[in-house]
T-cell receptor, first 112, second 115 residues
Framework: KQEVTQIPAALSVPEGENLVLNCSFT??????LQWFRQDPGKGLTSLLL?????REQTSGRLNASLDKSSGRSTLYIAASQPGDSATYLC???????????FGQGTRLTINP | EAGVAQSPRYKIIEKRQSVAFWCNPI?????LYWYQQILGQGPKLLIQ????????DSQLPKDRFSAERLKGVDSTLKIQPAKLEDSAVYLC?????????????FGPGTRLTVT
C-alpha cells in the first residue's frame, strides 16, 4: 500500500528565505508526482507535476525534484514571500491506478 | 474556461441527519472524483467515475455514503445518516480522462460540520 509522508507538518520562516519542503513515498512504482497548494477554505491548486521519467520541474520561484528510486521529492521555494503562506500537499499517482495518494501536507507561514 | 463548481460551500447538520453535495466538473471532462479531507490530513479518494460508471469506490463507506453521476456530467454525493466523524471538507475534482497523464482539477470544496 502506497503511503506518502510530508515533513515537517508545519514550518515558519522569515520573508526572503529560501526553503525546502519534503515528501517521501513508500512504493517507487508511481506514474507521476504532483505538488499542490491549498489556501484556507479553498480547494487545491496544482503547482508542479513531475512525470516518473523526469527529475525536476520549475515554475517561477518553485522547483520540484523527484528521486523515484529513493522515494523522495522536494519542493524548493526561492525568495519566499508572505503570499506563499499556505498548506503544501504532495500526491503520487500509482501505476495501474488512477487515484492520487496524498501526504498530510506542510503548513507554511512566511513572516513579514 | 470555468473551473470545477461545488455547492454548498458550507453545511452544518446534526448527527443522524442527511446531507447532499453537488459537483459540476469542467466541461468535457469524462472523469470525476470525490475526495474527503479531514482537518490536518491530505485528501482521501472516496469514489471515481468514468463518464457515469464507477471506476473505484473501495474507500467509500457504502453503509452511509452514496454517489451518482447521472448523464456523465454533474454528480451528487450523499451522506445518510451523518456521523460526527464525517466532519470534513469534501472536494470534487475532474480530469479529461482517467489515464495517468491526465491532470486533476479541484473545486473549492464543501466544508461539512456534523454536531
Amino acid at each position: 500500500k502506497q503511503e506518502v509522508t510530508q515533513i515537517p507538518a508545519a514550518l515558519s520562516v522569515p520573508e526572503g528565505e529560501n526553503l525546502v519542503l519534503n515528501c517521501s513515498f513508500t512504493d517507487s512504482a508511481i506514474y507521476n508526482l504532483q505538488w499542490f497548494r491549498q489556501d484556507p477554505g479553498k480547494g487545491l491548486t496544482s503547482l508542479l507535476l513531475i512525470q516518473s521519467s523526469q527529475r525536476e520541474q520549475t515554475s517561477g520561484r518553485l522547483n520540484a525534484s523527484l528521486d523515484k528510486s529513493s522515494g523522495r521529492s522536494t519542493l524548493y521555494i526561492a525568495a519566499s514571500q508572505p503570499g506563499d503562506s499556505a498548506t503544501y500537499l504532495c500526491a503520487v499517482k500509482i501505476q495501474g491506478a488512477q487515484k492520487l495518494v496524498f501526504g498530510q501536507g506542510t503548513r507554511l507561514t512566511i513572516n513579514p | 474556461e470555468a473551473g470545477v463548481a461545488q455547492s454548498p460551500r458550507y453545511k452544518i447538520i446534526e448527527k443522524r441527519q442527511s446531507v447532499a453535495f453537488w459537483c459540476n466538473p469542467i466541461s468535457g471532462h469524462a472523469t470525476l472524483y470525490w475526495y474527503q479531507q479531514i482537518l490536518g490530513q491530505g485528501p482521501k479518494l472516496l469514489i471515481q467515475f468514468q463518464n457515469n460508471g464507477v471506476v473505484d469506490d473501495s474507500q467509500l463507506p457504502k453503509d452511509r455514503f452514496s454517489a451518482e453521476r447521472l448523464k456523465g456530467v454533474d454528480s451528487t454525493l450523499k451522506i445518510q445518516p451523518a456521523k460526527l466523524e464525517d466532519s470534513a471538507v469534501y472536494l470534487c475534482a475532474s480530469s479529461l480522462g482517467g489515464a495517468g497523464f491526465y491532470e486533476q482539477y479541484f473545486g473549492p470544496g464543501t466544508r461539512l460540520t456534523v454536531t
